[in-house]
């Protein structure tokens, strides 16, 4: 992460403008496997939620370390 963003002179931490741009990932992929009907398969979805959050968020952090080099 590369520390905190200027935004008209407030600062937010990088961490918390990444976890906005995955909860909107996050809704757009919850929204595609609603539509195919994926939920069927899942056992907890709740846990599957949590866990594709993670997911997403880490593949988020991944590729913002990657674009800033």
Do not use: E, Q
Not at 26 to 35: D, G, I, M, Q
Not at 54 to 59: D, I, K, T
Request: zero cysteines; hydrophobic letters at 60%.
């Amino acid at each position: 992460m590369i520390g905190d963003l200027d935004i008209s002179g407030v600062f937010l931490p990088t961490l918390l403008v990444m976890m906005g741009l995955t909860y909107l990932l996050y809704l757009v992929v919850h929204a595609l496997l609603t539509r195919i009907h994926f939920y069927r398969l899942v056992w907890h979805r709740a846990l599957f939620n949590v866990g594709l959050y993670a997911l997403l968020l880490g593949a988020v952090d991944t590729l913002s370390r990657y674009l800033m080099t």
